[in-house]
């Protein structure tokens, strides 16, 4: 009877010790699948914390961002000149908070360093606050970890300008909204947003970069109050340096309200003086009035228009010269004898034809405007030699580029592009090649303005421009000294404009004779601009022509 009872009792506890197995089996079986479960959950969101993509829409706890990009600016050989980074500011709303003791002590772990006074004064306002101004990666982990609806995270986009200072007045800057303000940021400001290719331009960094140092030099040394300078493709119109000074760091966001800083390459309109014999002497050429060679007799040297007189800035000049040699000394009378024969509609139509005298669409909107005049027999005769008649930097070059380039308009431009179409034909190619002969021996000849500025190898050509700066509504002795030249002047391939701005004497500065003849002088004998702007574009042309020459050969 007792065997019977055990062997009962022995199989009751057998089966009870397997149901017990199987429920602890099942229960590790579960926690082991929940943690599994919350591991996967974990790593899929610190992956997505980490990946950082601030462009798409994250969960409700951290709030959601609109998308915001600006494309990067390139120079021509793919440098940065202005480049995007995005940053992450964190505010606080205390309304949407938790917990806000727990917020508190959860901030405090991560900023151990930040002023929680303040901030626990500003929890209990109940208004929302700036915490965290561009967040680490590391900590911007950590807080939206806490969860806490609170914490509202907000895209910022930093407008990073590497070149700094050398490329500021084109470049231009943004707001802190993202909305370009000036240069290509605002003129491009739609474009820049809405595509993620970067914009690639004419400019070249480095040739920039040489340019910009022999102004900067030469601005001490002639103690300009500024200076600008363009060198330009005569054939399609693209920009490779184009440069105002002063400038400024565009990474600073500064307000600048100072007129000096006005961008003197495309805003500023000046008179530019004897720059525009060139284009008096192009327009009679082209009209056949005369020839190179045609002769002018008994050339006063004082004439009156009205009651105003007009003198010959050098009375040493002869008073028999050829049309040619009346550029090559600038006449100021053997000018206004050529702009009489020409007449003011025909005058008038070159310089429209040119772009001199009207506005111009530009690739940024700080465009100057040519000062408009009533054209009478008087305002002929000073326009024919360069006075009374304005225009900026950028329209000065790029006539040059049409005078020399076979006559052919162009479009002057910042923007890289694929295609250029030719522009219509304003001169013709053998006034084009006899201009650019003449302009030659501006520079070649002893009689000529420009001799310091006749570089071996580069063969330079180019008209001097030396004018009385209007100032208060009146001529006063300060200059305006302009020297705009082409080269090389047997195949043309590029324009370079140098004007100073309010330039003075330097009786300390020698100069070297480029005749050959190993002459030097020291101290500038005259403020003119075959003194100080002819002087700077030699500078600058022995510093920039190995690269050009460089790349003119591959071209060709």
Sequence with gaps: ??????????????????????????????????????????????????????????????????????????????????????????????VDAIDKKKLLLNLKYIFPNKDFELINSKLSKDKFFWFEKKISDENYEKIMMLGDKSIKPHENLIRVYPQKNLFSHIIGQIDDDNLGISGLEKSLDVDLKKNDKSIQLTVDKDIQFLIREELIRFNKIFKTKGSASILMDIDNGEILSIISLPDFDPNQRENITDVNYINRATKGVYELGSVFKTFTLAAALNEKIIEPNTE??????????????????????????????????????????????????????????????????????????????????????????????????????????????????????????????????????????????????????????????????????GKTGTAEKILEGGYSRKKINTFASVFPASNPKYSLVVMLDEPKTNSEYVYNYRDGSGIKYKGTPFNTAGWTSVEVVGQIIEKIGPILATKYAQIN
């Excluded at 089966?15 to 899929?44: E, G, M, P, V």
């Excluded at 005769?381 to 006539?399: F, M, P, V, W």
Aim: charged residues 25%; contains cysteine.
């Design 296 to 461: 002018f007799k008994n050339l006063e040297k004082n004439i009156t228009c009205g009651k105003n007189k007009i003198s010959e800035y050098d009375k040493k000049i002869p008073s028999n010269l050829t049309a040619e040699e009346i550029l090559i000394r600038s006449g100021n009378i053997g000018s206004v004898r050529i702009g009489q024969a020409i007449g003011i509609e025909k005058y008038k139509k070159f310089l429209n034809d040119l772009d001199l005298i009207n506005s111009i669409q530009f690739d940024i909107e700080e465009m100057g405007k040519p000062i408009p005049f009533n054209w009478g027999k008087c305002k002929l005769a000073t326009t024919s030699y360069g006075h009374g008649i304005t225009t900026t930097i950028l329209q000065l070059t790029s006539a040059y580029s049409t005078i020399a380039n076979g006559g052919f308009r162009i479009n002057p431009t910042l923007i890289k592009k694929e295609k250029y179409v030719k522009g219509e034909r304003i001169l013709e190619e053998n006034v084009s090649s006899n201009l650019v002969s003449i302009l030659r021996k501006i520079v070649t000849t002893k009689e000529g303005t420009a001799t310091l500025a006749n570089v071996e190898g580069y063969e330079v050509a």
């Design 1 to 94: 009877m007792r065997f019977i009872l055990q062997e009962n009792k022995e199989e009751f506890e057998f089966k009870s010790d397997k149901k017990n197995f199987d429920i602890r089996f099942n229960r590790i079986a579960f926690i082991f699948f929940i943690f599994f479960l919350i591991s996967i959950i974990y790593c899929i969101h610190l992956t997505h914390l980490g990946s950082r993509d601030l462009n798409s829409n994250i969960s409700k706890n951290y709030g959601s961002f609109n998308k915001i990009q600006r494309a990067n600016i390139l120079d021509r050989n793919n440098h940065f000149l202005a480049k995007t980074v995005n940053s992450i500011d964190i505010g606080i709303n205390p």
